[in-house]
């Protein structure tokens, strides 16, 4: 008996499978999470649960989705301009990390009033972002050199630059703490009126919309396309290759920078050594699954923001590690990977008996 | 102001941090000659070392330990190897997601082993030769004594080398690297030849992992590799896929590692009232600073990336032609 | 000639989305002849090849091969039943060194394993050692000194230890078919091997095949060029939309009988062309000097003029400076030296943007590399060059309902098939034809005052090679210059005003199409040497311009 696979290009991807995806992947990563828990003696359905219905059921838990939501929106932004030039920012956590400390440092060194000083805060963080982002993206658009290998390279410097000077320069607050001082209260992002959420979110949805009209009704956009799809053509079209790459790539680490600092100035109130738990790293699944609009990318975002909360949240509540939601994030990112290929490929799989070994009836003499 | 003992020392602590990033680095570049690049060796070397520790106290022996150790790094890489190889994905996300699974994986799982107790691999002197070679000062008990991973580690250089230059399978590995639909054609088994290399890198980061938990650390501790399999990744580069430059890379970034830990013993700053100290020492200071320090693999790395790049006499790349792209026979 | 069949395809029926590449076709090649397959692009030629080498497996059909049926599942199966294939594109690895290269996938063991004999032959020669030994060690002097042989033997004239990446064009072929002989094949494939050869090297390629089939071997030849088909073949089939339309002894047919076949109607091979009055001067450039891809210099020192309605033919071989010339005349190339004048206006060292608004038009020789993003939509490549202007938006905004409409415009105006929306067809999906019937509206639709037009009939079917034709004669009339590239020097005599010959980055020789000096320019594409023609033995003289003997 022989298992036999048959995998056949699909011609068209059908509508369940293209809706179903985002559905089928999820459930699918809950399900095998659900092993780990019950390896640890906890019930999952009580455990997703917590997770999801009581967060989505309480003021707190859609707030604070919210607010998670802010730096994944901007970090996804900036994975997803670049791609849509065919590069990949995987440095999306340096150039967050760096847009968190420029803007720190202003907001704790610059006195100016608060109308003044967020911008400010705000702008320099934008800089140090784009400045992070844009070395790689020189490098690539002037040497060819892989973006891929480059931004993750920055983002472990820049890793190792933030714990530097928050346990040395701009180490503050009290009892030795790898953390800096408070920020004052002009140097915060205020709230929405009327809600718990800082506007930094605005910031994020700004920014989403800025360049969902970038990408969809302006020439410049034309050009950001296709230069992502086939560079050389555009090049002899009279596209510039080089400024599209060098204004993708700043302009994505201009805004996972001011998802940097937004955490920072509108929540955290501090920059903190561990204040973002791989915002940057997430960013990649929330761009590929929202690869087809920003609009879609932006639901992701959501949706993962409510996995962190919604995991903290039973974290708290029922003793289960918080690394449970790494586990989740990646199995997201796995069932999207084989949702991927079920869609380009249409899979057969049937038992068949034995079948005579190809070309066993080809003579072999002469 | 610097003593030998310090130097022995440092000698010591080179080649026991050398040893991680040799064994993850061999093995990512056997992996990325094959054309997969695999991002999750961080996570690769956390499950050997979870799994080595959890497999010592299982068995009571540390080389089951270490075996075990490798072969869940194995096992754990076959995923990146149907998903990039069989199901074409997208390697670097699948390498992503490889790595966030397997810290999350061991964070989760790890939490009850934190505080095992764990007898692990006694330093040694080096095999046959070694009670001679230990008596060289100052080299001799650094380099020629330590535990049999380091030379396990050493000896797989030159086996490496053998392997990818001067076999057959070698050759085949390579070419399919280059360019999978020449070596398809030419009958070379495409599909097998690239899950090889995932898994042998997958062995070898398991392995590494189990030597950081079982050799240089006897314990297992929430993400031990601290970016080790990271370093692993960018020493590959650096050594422009070769074997050769591998050893020498792992031993400079092991250099780094080691003097990380040592730098207040290292007291380098200038007396003050020596000339210019008051502007070189906090300079000095900076540079020595553990935390600056630990970026170094990484500044030296995308340093010689530029460098070959852009003062490159010949045109050729070093880097493997087909390097990240997957390969299926009926695509149009 | 022993006739009996040495190999038989029976009813091959193959088909992918969308599309039915091999319609139950039949092959039959007897043993010994070169037997030529011949077809327009998408007839189906590469894909039943394909199917004979093990790379794909026909949904129904049978293959018989020296009177046994195979069943194969992969090109290792091909080469071990003893059919080799020279691609087009060559199939090797640069890093790798020629022995290498042709000894991949053959698992020699080194020379102590190999016909083991004295100390411990029976267990040299045991299956488990000799398993291991095949994997784990490398057999490289043995099959070096063959190949070495076999090389020599054919007059090949190459070192096998050499690294692929520093040989040419012409040597890397001849790796290729040493590749197969190796193997021992008895049936050898060759994929439009003409394609980037000189027509000397041509010559030697024919002569090898002739050397190759005295000694028993069977040859199918891959063509679209109607002249090689003549030349070398015994019989030919045809294949036209992914059936077979038959086979036949090639002496007895005409270019334009096989032309019908592969068409289904009759093919008019003369055009008609007017007088034109010279007007002002499109193209003026004095000692351009360019580089190549590899940075090595391509072009030595060119002076070119095109003036308005004229069509100046560049003749040359690939590989002599023609893409770098056509490059830097468009302005997508930057010349390393000389000037260029565009309606009288500087242009050295321009962008490719300051090109297209002096009215600049390209149709680049690799359509999909170059001429067109393939993953967009059509309307996306319709509008490439002309997003900026007026007529779609004001500023930075674009108006995509604008950008479709002009895309429609562009497709009925040249008969693009195959686009039923043009912002959901995607490039790629149009065949080679068609898609450069889209290019050359993109192009021509701009009203240019230079054309730059690079090989752009190869690899386009009939039908659309007579458009593309009538097209750059109607530009010609309109009073744009042109300047026509082409390897098809039947083209080039039928279109030119004037005709030019490029080799190794200089001009060597001009002429016109009036003067009948084909002889002459096929020669002078060679460097002006003497040699043999393909139908054998005539000794070349060089001429004057006027075409009597010197």
């Known amino acids: 008996m022989e298992v036999d696979v048959e995998l056949t290009p699909r011609e068209e991807v059908p509508a369940w499978l293209t809706y179903g995806t985002p559905v089928f992947t999820v459930l699918g990563a809950l399900l095998v999470g659900s092993v780990a828990l019950l390896s640890l003696d906890v019930n999952p359905l009580a455990a997703y649960e917590t997770m999801f219905v009581q967060t989505l059921t309480s003021e707190f838990g859609v707030s604070e989705t919210l607010i998670r939501a802010v730096p994944l929106i901007l970090a996804g932004l900036a994975v997803y301009l670049p791609m849509k030039a065919d590069l990949w920012n995987i440095g999306a956590e340096g150039q967050l990390y760096m847009g968190a400390i420029v803007g720190t440092w202003i907001g704790l060194n610059v006195s100016l009033p608060a109308v003044a000083l967020v911008p400010l805060m705000l702008a320099g963080a934008a800089l140090g972002g784009a400045v992070w982002a844009g070395i790689p993206a020189w490098l690539r658009a002037k040497w060819g050199i892989n973006e891929i290998i480059t931004t993750l390279l920055f983002t472990f410097i820049a890793a190792d630059i933030k714990n530097y000077l928050v346990r040395g320069p701009m180490q503050g607050g009290f009892g030795g703490f790898a953390q800096t001082d408070t920020l004052p209260g002009v140097a915060q992002l205020p709230a929405i009126p009327g809600t718990n959420v800082h506007s930094g979110l605005l910031v994020a949805l700004l920014a989403v919309g800025a360049v969902g009209l970038l990408l969809n009704r302006t020439r410049f956009g034309f050009e950001i396309t296709f230069v992502g799809s086939n560079s050389e053509a555009a090049e002899q079209a009279g596209m510039s290759r080089y400024k599209v790459y060098l204004f993708v790539l700043a302009a994505g680490g201009a805004f996972a920078a001011l998802g940097g600092i937004g955490e920072i100035a509108g929540n955290q109130a501090r920059l903190r050594a561990f204040f973002a738990p791989g915002y940057g790293y997430t960013a990649i699944p929330i761009a590929l699954l929202g690869r087809n609009g920003v609009l879609q990318m932006t639901l992701a975002a959501l949706f993962f923001a409510l996995l962190f909360v919604g995991g903290d949240n039973m974290s708290v509540a029922l003793g289960v590690p918080a690394a449970l939601i790494d586990i989740i994030q990646a199995l997201v990112i796995l069932f999207l990977i084989t949702a991927e290929f079920v869609k380009r490929y249409s899979v057969d799989v049937s038992l068949k008996r034995g079948r005579p070994v190809p070309g066993a009836e080809v003579a072999t003499d002469g | 102001m610097v003593e030998t003992a310090f130097f022995t020392g440092l000698l010591n602590a080179t080649v026991s941090a050398s040893t991680v990033l040799l064994l993850a680095g061999l093995g990512e570049l056997i992996s990325e000659r094959a054309g997969i690049l695999n991002l999750g060796v961080e996570g690769m070397v956390l499950i050997g070392a979870l799994s080595g520790v959890i497999g010592t106290v299982m068995t009571g022996s540390y080389w089951l330990g270490f075996f075990i150790g490798s072969l869940c790094g194995m096992v754990f890489s076959a995923l990146h190897a149907f998903l990039c190889i069989s199901l074409q994905a997208d390697q670097s996300i699948s390498g992503i997601m490889l790595t966030l699974l397997g810290t999350g994986l061991t964070t989760y799982f790890g939490q009850q082993w934190v505080s095992a107790n764990i007898s692990g691999f006694p330093q040694i002197p080096f095999p046959v030769l070694g009670p001679v070679l230990t008596e060289i000062p100052i080299v001799g008990p650094a380099v020629f004594e330590g535990p049999a991973t380091d030379f396990i580690a050493l000896l797989l250089v030159p086996t490496v080398w053998f392997l990818l230059f001067r076999t057959n399978v070698g050759l085949e590995l390579v070419s399919v690297g280059e360019d999978p639909e020449t070596a398809d054609t030419m009958g070379v088994d495409v599909f097998k030849m690239r899950y090889l290399a995932v898994l042998l890198g997958g062995l070898l980061a398991g392995a590494a992992g189990a030597h950081l938990s079982l050799a240089f650390n006897q314990l297992w501790a929430t993400n031990m590799a601290a970016g080790r399999g990271w370093v692993a990744v960018a020493l590959v580069i650096f050594a422009r896929w070769r074997p050769s430059r591998l050893l020498v890379g792992a031993y400079l970034f092991g250099l780094f590692n080691a003097l990380q830990l040592r730098s207040q013993a290292l007291s380098l700053t200038l007396p003050p009232d020596a000339p210019l100290a008051s502007t070189l020492n906090p300079v000095i200071e900076f540079l020595l600073n553990p935390t600056i320090m630990a970026t170094y693999p990484y500044i030296v790395t995308l340093a010689v990336l530029i460098a070959t790049v852009v003062w490159s006499d010949d045109h050729h790349s070093a880097e493997p032609d087909a390097l990240v792209q997957p390969y299926s026979r009926e695509i149009d | ?550």
Not at chain 3, 199 to 212: C, G, M, N, V, W
Not at chain 3, 287 to 313: K, M, P, T, Y
Not at chain 3, 433 to 449: F, H, M, T, V, Y
């Open chain 3, 1 to 550: 000639m022993d006739e009996a069949e040495v190999l038989r395809m029976e009813n091959i029926y193959k088909e992918f989305p969308g599309v039915v590449a091999n319609d139950y076709i039949d092959l039959h090649v007897r043993r010994g002849e070169v037997h030529g397959l011949l077809g327009e692009n998408g007839a189906g030629k590469s894909t039943l090849m394909k199917i004979l080498y093990g790379l794909y497996t026909p949904d129904s059909g049978e293959v018989h091969f020296e009177g046994e049926r195979l069943d194969m599942d992969s090109p290792q199966d091909a080469i071990d039943a003893g059919i080799g294939m020279v691609h087009q594109h060559f199939k090797l690895i640069p890093r790798l060194t020629i022995a290498q290269n042709i000894v991949l996938g053959s698992r020699e063991p080194a020379a102590a394993f190999r016909d083991p004999e004295g100390p411990l032959a029976s267990l040299r020669a045991s299956s488990l050692v000799q398993g291991l030994a095949s994997r784990f060690t490398l057999g490289l002097d043995a099959p070096e000194r063959e190949i070495q042989e076999l090389a020599d033997r054919y007059g090949f004239d190459i070192d096998v230890s050499t690294k692929v990446r520093e040989l040419d064009v012409g040597q890397r072929q001849r790796v290729e078919i040493l590749k197969a002989l190796y193997r021992d094949v008895d049936l050898l494939i060759l994929d439009e091997p003409t394609a980037v050869l000189t027509p000397s090297e041509a010559d030697r390629l024919f002569e090898t095949l002739e050397e190759l089939t005295d000694n028993g071997l069977s040859i199918i030849f891959i063509t679209h060029k109607l002249r090689e088909v003549k030349a070398i073949t015994d019989r030919v089939t045809v294949l036209r939309e992914g059936e077979g339309v038959g086979t036949v002894d090639t002496a007895g047919m005409s270019r334009a009988d096989l032309a019908r076949m592969m068409v289904g109607r009759d093919v008019l091979f003369e055009l008609e062309k007017d007088e034109m009055e010279s007007g002002g001067t499109v193209l003026e450039a004095q000692n351009l000097r360019a580089n190549d891809d590899r940075g090595f210099e391509a072009l030595s020192g060119v002076d070119i003029e095109v003036q308005e309605g004229e069509i100046v033919g560049v003749a040359g071989v690939s590989g002599n400076g023609q893409k770098e010339l056509a490059e830097v005349a468009a302005g997508v190339r930057e010349p390393t030296a000389g000037d260029i004048r565009v309606g009288g206006d500087t242009l050295t060292g321009a962008s490719p943007r300051e090109f297209i608004e002096h009215g600049v038009s390209f149709v680049p020789e690799d359509r999909h590399e170059t001429g067109c993003a393939e993953e967009l939509s059509v309307m996306h490549n319709a509008a490439m060059k002309d997003y900026p202007d007026e007529q779609f938006g004001d500023g930075y905004a674009l108006d995509y309902d604008e950008v479709g409409a002009y895309a429609e415009t562009l497709v009925e105006g040249f008969d693009v098939r195959g686009v039923h929306e043009v912002r959901e067809a995607l490039a790629k999906d149009l065949s080679g034809g068609n898609l450069q019937k889209l290019i050359l509206a993109r192009e021509l639709s701009r009203d240019p005052d230079l054309l730059v037009a690079n090989q752009p009939t190869r690899g386009v079917d009939v039908g659309a090679i007579e458009f593309v034709r009538e097209q750059l004669l109607a530009q010609r009339e309109d009073g744009t210059g042109v300047l026509l590239l082409s390897e098809d020097l039947d083209e080039l005599f039928d279109l030119s005003d004037r005709i030019l010959v490029v080799y190794e980055g200089e001009i060597v020789y001009e002429t016109t199409p009036e003067a009948g000096e084909r002889e002459r320019v096929g020669l002078e594409m060679n460097g002006g040497q003497t040699s043999m023609d393909a139908s054998g033995g005539e000794q070349i003289a060089a001429t004057d311009g006027s075409g009597s003997e010197v």
